[in-house]
């Protein structure tokens, strides 16, 4: 997990730095601060489990088993990229590791996520959702229309709202009218928790407990998990509505550090094995650029194969 959170920052390092060069074209949302969610969640599923997000996918996209080489060249838009360039930053896609998006439209996600549990139930394939989204898209009318479904029929979901305290530069108090988000559950009967998002294993023991429900009482859960993003709402976004002081104080309990320092304290992890950690993390990035700088971009012949016309 800790290698997970390690390869997740440094990779979006890169993106950030690509960017700037102008090799990566159009949106591109980081996810820097909130790896812990991701990974926590994620790691506590079975390879053949569903998972579905936003637009803030690349971390995501590879703690599901998407190579780093298919993510980067997706953002640079080469052919060698998981949807051969053709959905960039915000959608990831790949139906052999059952990860099914990347999606640009606030809520969008939730109303699918809620009917992939619905078929995975209607197959009894014992397959399990995860469902991300952010806070301002509980505000959205599909987020409660699929809570209500997914208890009415024990659909086996876990909705994961990342609660990083912004919907682009407008914060949670001028938006919701209250603050407590897993609670909303409660208008549906639905199992909740609220969960530390800077702390790895709280996520992961709070996803197991939901993983469990859903696997073995096909019941959805509403996890609200608490984090932050330290970097701006996209590439483009520089901010201002934030101060230093506010970042500096959630960058205090940043999650790769905390996890670091519980497991130097329980003595299972010594200095060399992090620092083996950022080696192997910055080997596999170098192997990304490298692999996205050289994959060409699709053909024309590309243009209208696998897209709905
Ligand atoms: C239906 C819809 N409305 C508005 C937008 C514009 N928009 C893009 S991202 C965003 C903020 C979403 O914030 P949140 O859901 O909390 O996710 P985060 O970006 O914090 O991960 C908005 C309003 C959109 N993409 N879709």
């Not at 590791?97 to 809520?107: D, L, P, S, T």
Request: charged share 25%.
């Amino acid at each position: 997990m800790l290698y997970q959170m390690v390869l997740g920052r440094r990779f979006e390092e890169k993106c950030a730095e690509v960017y700037r060069m102008g090799k990566i074209g159009g949106f591109c949302h980081l996810y820097i601060g909130q790896e812990a969610i991701a990974t926590g969640a994620m790691m506590a599923l079975e390879p053949s489990d569903m998972v579905i997000t936003s637009y803030r996918d690349h971390v995501q996209a590879m703690v599901k088993g998407i190579a780093p080489e298919a993510v980067l060249a997706e953002l640079y838009g080469k052919i060698g990229g998981c949807v051969k360039g053709k959905g960039g930053s915000m959608h990831m896609f790949s139906k052999e590791h059952e990860f099914y998006g990347g999606h640009g439209i606030v809520g969008g996600q939730i109303g699918v996520g809620t009917g992939m549990a619905y078929a995975a139930k209607y197959k009894e394939s014992g397959q399990v959702t995860l469902c991300f989204f952010g806070e301002a898209a509980v505000n959205q009318g599909i987020f409660h229309e699929s809570l209500n479904m997914a208890q009415l029929w024990k659909l086996p979901v876990i909705y994961i709202c990342e609660n990083n305290h912004y919907g682009m530069g407008t914060s949670q108090e001028r938006a919701m009218s209250t603050r407590n988000i897993a609670k909303k559950a409660d208008a549906y009967e639905m199992a909740n928790e609220f969960v530390d998002g800077m702390d790895v294993m709280a996520v992961r023991d709070a996803a197991l407990r939901a993983i469990e429900r859903a696997r073995n009482e096909s019941l959805p859960t509403l996890l609200e998990v608490r984090s932050y993003r330290y970097m701006g709402h996209s590439m483009s976004d520089p901010g201002n509505y934030r101060t230093r002081e506010e970042i500096a104080k959630y960058q205090e309990r940043d999650p790769i550090v905390l996890f670091k320092d519980s497991l130097q304290e329980a003595k299972v992890l010594g200095d060399k094995d992090f620092d083996a950690i950022e080696a192997k993390a910055a080997e596999t990035v170098e192997r990304a650029v490298k692999f996205a700088e050289e994959s060409p971009f699709p053909p024309e012949s590309e243009l209208l194969t696998d897209v709905l016309v």
